[in-house]
DNA sequence: CTGAAAGCGCTAACAT
DNA sequence: ATGTTAGCGCTTTCAG
């Protein structure tokens, strides 16, 4: 491998004006910069990431925490992550988050304490108190994507705006009845989402002065199977008779579109279905939902881990809000006439 | 941060000894292991992966080149290799090869250049053949994974056997009439995949002396939109009458699967379906597949790269071959009785 | 603006 | 078995 001592060679000037003309800091002459620029290209050399880091403190590479990188979601937040960052030069090192206790030890007390990264992104996690302030003991910016966070600082996702905003297009379409799918407070994590687009349900509820009716709630895991699921226990029952529903996940509303498929009721003749997330499959299935644009989350969650490290050549101040957009599809309508 | 010599002090002995202790490598009486053990676990000492690379050339890290973040099979494959890695005590980090010309070549040119990684595991990418001559020249061990590869070491998925295998299934089920979802050619990239799937479908049916009908055979993107679409187009075609399918993929036999149900087409009963992949949907569809077990392959190809890095301490020589199973659901039974 | 030189924190000979 | 010591390849004062 070439080093860095063949391109001031060639170039003619000394390591130290190489490693400045090639990093951009401090000042180098316009004359030899060019050099150093052409030498190390011919050179093909690349600074070694171990060396550099070792010399600077600064690693240029950040580690990102995920819980399941089989799951659409994550997946998708992943993407924009490393796109942002490798815009920027950054690297990424993952650390997928099991369940298994013992993994998540050696994760916490040894993985992550290599001085490998120079900040942390953790993905929608449940994070045990010590395992928050393992991260915070890191000594490098750490920041929670998913929702706010009590004990970490977090991009702000307003699960309880979209669920609002979700709710609010059944009511204004004309639904009273309306059911929601979704976990109780016992799934709730360190970010509360299933909590907060119950509560943005309730709140559009009692904002059109239509009452919660608690036969119309159906506990689901977020999951297409838990959604067919629970809108199969939703539609048997007697007392039910939803005109709407409203899945606090886009794979439980894809769960109970084929729910209703199955027992013959028409989306969205007699039912009206409305998801939270923006799934690949909404498309498809010509679903109504909230678009979170999980990609986008992902890009300034990495943006803005960026700006804390390097806050010279950050943008310009993103706006802190992280935009959701209502895509209305196929599967919402007015209600049934009355019969 | 606390550092070797920290550990050294508190120990008793000399950085030498601790650094032998905490690795390994070379000789150190129990009594001392111990002691440093006790001295590092007190003080949470983890040692610096730069300056530990730096000084040994081993990074303890492998890179993994992905060309989605957000399609199931590659996050899946994905957490297979990092459970694998991890166990070992080696990070990953993740290079996301976007279809963007500017971009992957500062992947290949500067990314992974920078010595970050002792292997690289690139999964079912397509790669130019500078791209593939720019991973040989890294200078560490580079695999393949998903199929065989025509410049790389590859870990080998038999595609080829699992189409063969479905189509099997289809013949013995009694089916003759047997429409395929697939890529045509010019769908192929490096690992081939859609190409192999289609010659072991020909294959099976070949050995059952069925002929190939060409009206049969619906050219799709491997997505489950691309398979409704593609079975739309099939049902409706008036000189197909196909009693079963084989889809290239679960994806595209989930769509199939839609697009029969919407036409009123009962699966198994008129038409059988399969898939290969194993994909997550495939429980809730009770799609009958070839499940390829996507993580079991991602742990397959860390343990190959790691058995190239450490030799000694590797497992005693996994078999090359990759299982594969047919798993029967509900999806596919015997055709029809003539009418 | 540029070069000399002192580390960054660890590992691996080489001694002992 | 253990300590001493010379780097690993860069970055960053500090002079000039």
Same mark, same amino acid.
Request: charged content about 25%.
């Given at each position: ?7 001031a060679?060639?170039?003619g ?16 002459? %316009?004359?030899?910069? +060019? ?23 600064r ?26 960052l ?14 298994? #206790? ?15 990264? !120079?900040?942390?992104?953790?993905? #929608?996690? %449940? ?26 600082? #977090? ?17 204004s ?14 799934f ?23 009452p ?8 689901? !895991?977020?999951?297409i ?36 498929? %199955? ?5 969205? +003749? ?28 992902? +890009?300034?969650?990495a ?14 101040s993103?706006s ?16 049934? #006439?009355?019969?």
């Open positions: 491998m070439v080093s860095i001592d063949e391109v060679r060639l170039a000037v000394s390591t130290a004006t190489v490693s400045r003309a090639l990093s951009g800091r401090g000042r180098v002459s %316009e004359a030899s910069r +060019e050099r150093v620029r052409v030498a190390a290209a011919s050179l093909g050399y690349v600074a070694s990431a171990s060396a550099s880091s070792l010399a600077s403190g690693t240029r590479n950040v580690g990102v925490l995920v819980p399941f990188l089989d799951r659409w979601y994550f997946g998708a937040v992943l993407g924009g992550v490393s796109a942002a490798m815009r920027r030069g950054y690297d990424i090192t993952l650390y997928a988050a099991t369940p298994d #206790a013992a993994e998540r030890r050696d994760l916490f007390d040894t993985f992550l304490r290599r001085r490998r990264v !120079d900040a942390v992104i953790a993905l #929608a996690l %449940e994070l045990g108190p010590d395992e928050t302030g393992r991260l915070s003991e890191l000594g490098v910016p750490v920041l929670a994507v998913g929702g706010p966070h009590p004990r970490l600082p #977090a991009l702000p996702v307003d699960h309880f705006a979209m669920a609002r905003t979700a709710t609010a297009h059944l009511l379409l004309g639904h009273t009845r309306i059911a929601y799918l979704g976990a109780g407070p016992e709730d994590l360190d970010f509360h989402v299933p909590e907060q687009r119950r509560r943005g349900f309730e709140q559009a509820l009692a904002d059109a002065a239509v919660v009716a608690p036969e119309l709630l159906e506990a689901a !895991d977020f999951t199977d838990g959604g067919f699921r629970a809108a199969t226990r939703l539609l048997a029952r007697a007392d039910a008779h939803p005109t709407a529903l409203f899945a606090a996940s886009d794979e439980m509303a894809i769960g109970a579109i084929l729910a209703a498929r %199955e027992r013959g009721v028409r989306v969205p +003749e007699d039912l009206s279905v409305i998801g939270v997330d923006g799934h690949e499959l909404g498309e498809f299935f010509q679903l109504t939902t909230i678009d979170q644009f999980p990609r986008r989350q992902g +890009e300034r969650a943006e803005a881990v960026l700006a804390r490290l390097e806050p010279a050549a950050s943008a310009p993103v802190r809000e992280l935009p959701f957009e209502l895509v209305v599809r196929a599967t919402t309508a007015p209600p049934p #006439a009355r019969p």
